[in-house]
């Protein structure tokens, strides 16, 4: 990295920094103040409003990581086009792409933390916060595991369970029916408990009615342990959830929507949703981009100008995501096009704009 670029950094980084902090107070005053009068009246005490300022930071960082650094970047560049250093760097033989590699590098690293940043501290902290609230709000918190209904196999099986144990990862008071391909009744089994043994369920006390080889008459069979190599659903699809995709973890979204493709329900939204959680978090990049090659093309009002552009610019992308995303949940796009569509239309445009960016 030459002193040019370090120079770029240096004045880049305070304005990023001021801008995510002004950015998080912000957040955070809109989502207090609108509940200070509900804190007032059930007499919360502070250390509790205090625990959910705290839990509700992870996200406010989350919201002001792509605003803040469109307003650092513009402000940054708009500045040193406004003094004319840019065309000093530019006489010297410095290109717009070298100059600013750092700050693309930046976020690129910005990125890849984000995506991990809020699948592992972004939802449980929320998850907490919404805990914490409810509770003290004398709001019900209904979660519990009980009386749980799961089709697997496209349809074909069926599980009915009064309660699942997730700590154990055991089931109790099972039905299981199969069905076959036609949508018959195949059998029926009914089982006091399951237990996951890593690869399927092995069940206990067990009670199972089925067809006979000819079909002529119903058998039934009782037995202490049963296990079939096809009643393999996996635990987490057991476990009561009334939260949207975008509130779960990448690795229990994934296992979300394969339980919808398997019991045959419609899972094209859920899926590009999926797609969306890595899609999304290259929101820093595009916004970047877009911040950079605005910049230098406007001869007054520079600092002004290449902000709302690049306001303009990073507004179009959210909206061209709500789009194809919504085409994509309605079955005119595949999900994996829908969620990344917007991503790599803007990138061309920047690469584009690039190309043409005063230099």
């Known amino acids: 990295m030459n002193r040019l670029q370090r120079y770029l950094l240096a004045s880049f980084l305070p304005s990023f920094l001021g801008g995510i902090l002004f950015f998080i107070m912000i957040l955070e005053l809109a989502e207090l103040l609108p509940n200070l009068a509900k804190f007032i009246n059930y007499d919360v005490k502070i250390l509790d409003i205090a625990k959910l300022v705290v839990l509700y930071l992870p996200k406010c960082i989350s919201y002001s990581l792509p605003i803040a650094l469109l307003f650092a970047v513009s402000f940054t560049l708009g500045s040193m086009y406004a003094k004319n250093e840019l065309v000093a760097i530019f006489n010297s033989g410095v290109s717009l792409y070298v100059f600013t590699l750092p700050l693309v590098l930046v976020s690129m690293l910005l990125s890849l933390s984000s995506f991990f940043f809020e699948d592992h501290i972004v939802i449980d902290a929320l998850k907490h916060k919404n805990i914490i609230f409810k509770r003290i709000m004398k709001q019900t918190v209904a979660e519990n595991n009980t009386d ?64 006979k080889a000819d079909g002529s008459s119903m058998l039934d069979e009782s037995l202490s342990n049963y296990k079939q190599e096809n009643l393999d659903e996996v635990p987490e699809t057991f476990r009561k959830t009334g939260k949207g995709i975008e509130e779960m973890k990448v690795s229990d979204a994934r296992i979300y929507v394969d339980q919808l493709k398997n019991a045959g329900f419609p899972f094209e939204g859920e899926l590009a949703e999926y797609h969306a959680r890595f899609s999304f978090s290259l929101t820093p990049l595009i916004v970047i981009l877009l911040s950079v090659t605005m910049g230098g093309r406007f001869r007054k009002n520079i600092l002004l100008m290449s902000g709302l552009f690049s306001l303009i610019g990073a507004a179009g992308y959210y909206v061209f995501d709500m789009i194809t995303m919504l085409f994509a949940k309605l079955g005119y796009l595949d999900p994996f096009i829908g969620a990344w569509l917007p991503f790599a239309f803007f990138v061309s445009i920047s690469v584009v704009l690039y190309r043409h960016a005063k230099t």
Do not use: C, D, H, P
């Not at 700590?167 to 039905?175: D, I, R, T």
């Not at 029926?188 to 408990?193: D, F, K, S, T």
């Open 148 to 211: 749980i209904t799961v089709m697997s196999k496209n349809g074909k099986i069926v599980y009915q369970v009064g309660f699942f144990n997730e700590a154990e990862k055991s089931l109790q008071g099972v039905v299981v029916v199969e069905r076959a391909e036609n949508g018959t009744f195949s059998s029926r089994l009914n089982a006091e408990r399951a237990l996951w043994n890593g690869t399927q369920w092995e069940f206990s006390t067990v009670k199972r009615y089925f067809w």
